[in-house]
């Protein structure tokens, strides 16, 4: 599933990141219409931001969260030139990332 990450620079200094992760967020209490199956459990567990390879922030996320999250993070700290990460993993064992640089 695809990762995208914008980066924008904030109003107060430093920078916002904003992470839109590609993923159906399912709560495991929903039924298929057709088959009228419940859909199984399928959410992003956690999503890990780095700066320059240092861990500056994490999200932990469960069943309630909508599809395709959008997350944000301030980073006060970062400047141009710095690489961002962010990594997830959700409760199947399924990943995904994406990086950045700051412009």
Known sequence: MATKMKIKKA????YQVLVLA???METG????????????????????FHLNGTPV??????????????????LSDAKSGDKVSVNWID?????????????
Request: proline letters at 5%; charged letters at 25%.
């Open 11 to 14: 109003k107060n200094g430093g």
């Open 22 to 24: 590609k993923h159906p």
């Open 29 to 48: 209490l929903r039924k298929d219409k057709k088959t009228g199956k419940k859909i199984p459990k399928h959410f992003i567990k956690t999503m890990k």
């Open 57 to 74: 922030a994490q999200a932990n996320l469960a069943q309630g969260v909508s599809k395709n999250p959008l997350i944000g993070v301030s």
């Open 91 to 103: 409760n199947t064992g399924g990943t995904g990332s994406v990086e950045a640089t700051v412009k």
